[in-house]
């Protein structure tokens, strides 16, 4: 066991854990409400240094509380070895799995099989039962179920993830994250259907992720290979279901899709294009946001852009597909 898997299991799991008891037994965002708190306290210390403002003068020294807090809230976020996150030390999956280089064929091959499997199991009924309530619960088991077979230690149980509050919500649609897990505080949240209308798919499919970083894994590309090993590994066909679009969709190749999740989408397609239009100032900010280059990556999350050439090496599908050669049946599975 290395350093840093040693770390999460005599110190960061611990703090973990007793944070996250802490934040999911309040029902609203405390990211939120913490970052309001320090930017109204921050305004406070600039204005006490204003002609204008003299009776705030004698507050200077406690008001310098405000940009310090936001300042130790940053430094909390990152996955980085002087974060304050017990989150932030996890062994990154591909240096514990060590996968081998993954050809371009076999790759086609597993592609191909989860698109049959998707195919043959999805149903209209199925689909239609799931719900991010049942998913958090059962998706918290799945993640510690993959963590023990991998011989690793599991994380926190996530007892709620929440709304997404004013602040995060604005933030998050301006950067294209919408659904976050807080590492400093430990908080898991989801942008409102209203706020952005989403498919049932993305929905669960945020569910687990989010749930995947408060196990311990910081970054996005551990969060989506641990997400997409708990579905594909489940008993559920419903959530096998959940694992091959995710597999399938990060490939950089049109698929067809069964038709329940094909009509979610549409709709929720159209569901959204209506709430935009109503979004004047959110769409300013998200257009500036990305001719400056703020907007979110979908290459940290292992996706493939159409037409990029096969990396034997790339991170996401080397990782899974070596993973999945543990799984019982994989040779009748994928043919191998």
Request: glycine share 8%; with cysteine; aromatic share 12%.
């Amino acid at each position: 066991m290395g350093f840093f898997e040693v770390y999460w299991k005599y110190l960061g799991f611990p703090l973990s854990v007793a944070k996250g008891r802490m934040v999911d037994a309040f029902p609203f965002s405390l990211v939120d409400t913490a970052v309001c708190l320090g930017i109204a306290v921050s305004l406070l210390a600039v204005a006490s240094w204003l002609p204008g403002f003299r009776p705030l003068k004698p507050w200077r020294g406690k008001l310098l509380g405000g940009p310090i807090f936001l300042s130790v809230l940053g430094v909390g976020q990152g996955a980085f070895p002087w974060s304050l996150a017990p989150t932030a030390l996890r062994s990154p999956l591909e240096r514990v799995i060590h996968p081998p280089p993954l050809p371009e064929h076999i790759q086609d091959s597993l592609w191909r099989a989860q698109l049959q499997n998707l195919w043959q199991e999805t149903t209209w009924e199925g689909y239609a039962s799931l719900s991010e309530g049942e998913a958090l619960v059962t998706c918290n088991r799945l993640l510690d179920s993959v963590l023990n077979r991998l011989d690793l230690t599991p994380g926190r149980r996530v007892e709620r993830i929440k709304d997404m509050g004013p602040l995060t919500t604005f933030l998050g649609l301006v950067y294209g994250g919408p659904a976050f897990h807080d590492p400093f505080f430990g908080e898991l949240a989801i942008i409102r259907d209203k706020d952005m209308p989403s498919s049932r798919y993305w929905r669960l499919h945020a569910t687990c992720h989010e749930t995947a970083h408060a196990k311990g894994y910081t970054r996005e590309m551990d969060a989506e290979i641990l997400t997409a090993l708990a579905l594909l590994w489940s008993d559920d066909a419903r959530y096998r279901n959940l694992g091959a679009v995710l597999f399938l969709a990060k490939a950089g190749k049109a698929f067809p899709l069964p038709e329940p999740m094909r009509q979610d989408m549409i709709a929720a397609r159209m569901r959204r294009q209506e709430a935009e239009s109503h979004q004047p100032i959110l769409r300013f900010f998200r257009n500036f946001a990305e001719k400056v280059g703020f907007r979110n990556e979908p290459a940290k999350y292992g996706d493939r852009k159409r037409g990029e050439p096969w990396n034997p090496r790339q991170p996401f599908f080397a990782t899974v597909a070596q993973a999945l050669k543990t799984y019982p049946g994989f040779i009748k599975t994928y043919g191998f």
